[in-house]
């Protein structure tokens, strides 16, 4: 496989089938993932690997907070308050697209929060991935663990995982960082849910639009 390929090839992964995750597999995954770009070689980030029963008892807990409605105050901003266009046309684009492949329409709230739920099941992912980042550590150094977690989404693409970055867990930093007993000078990032994709799940229909080269490339030569 070409990174032409791999790059083509990944997407965010909706739906997973229970099939375990060689756990050997998955650290050379994020081993090789760790030659991704970082300024001045800093490599801010930290990884935790979480599969089997830790795995399902995280899944639990997070089930009995979503039902008793608890919530955190979150880590970070996922989302800039009072995003613009086109950012704002974009996100919403995605929403209404991923609804509509799984059948939900926008009324049906109570529905659409029950898929969003989904999401701190790992949408039944067998494995995940948790990434933190030391707090001194700035706009710079949260770039490089974008390069890393890129990386590895595309090695999980070439090794035949799918997997879906979620920052979504961001906004239960608490539970988080408590379970994986992460140190109190880091924070969390996010979290990815990987897996084996279930290519019956209706969500992974959806390919996300990208928007024309016009709307944000500018050539000078």
Not at 27 to 45: C, D, E, F, L, V
Not at 53 to 64: N, Q, S, V, W, Y
Not at 185 to 210: Q, S
């Amino acid at each position: 496989m070409t990174v032409t390929e791999a790059m083509a090839a990944r997407r965010s992964v909706r739906g997973f089938l229970d099939t375990p995750v060689d756990p050997v597999l998955l650290r050379a995954i994020a081993t090789k993932a760790s030659r991704a770009a970082t300024g001045g070689n800093i490599q801010p980030w930290h990884i935790d690997l979480v599969s089997g029963a830790p795995l399902d008892e995280l899944k639990r807990i997070m089930m009995a907070k979503l039902r008793a409605g608890e919530t955190e105050t979150p880590a970070y901003d996922v989302y800039p308050r009072g995003l613009t266009a086109p950012y704002r046309d974009r996100t919403f684009a995605l929403g209404e697209a991923m609804y509509g492949e799984i059948g939900i329409p926008r009324e049906d709230k109570a529905a659409r929060r029950l898929w969003f739920a989904r999401n701190f099941q790992f949408f039944g992912a067998p494995s995940a991935l948790f990434c933190t980042v030391d707090r001194q550590m700035g706009p710079p150094q949260w770039a490089d663990l974008g390069m890393y977690l890129q990386s590895v989404m595309l090695l999980a693409v070439e090794a035949g995982l799918a997997t879906c970055a979620q920052e979504c867990w961001a906004v239960y930093p608490k539970t988080v960082t408590g379970f994986l007993d992460t140190p109190a000078e880091r924070m969390l990032f996010c979290g990815m849910a990987i897996g084996y994709e279930d290519v019956d799940e209706p969500a992974n229909r959806l390919r996300a639009a990208r928007a024309p080269t016009e709307e944000w490339l500018t050539e000078r030569s």
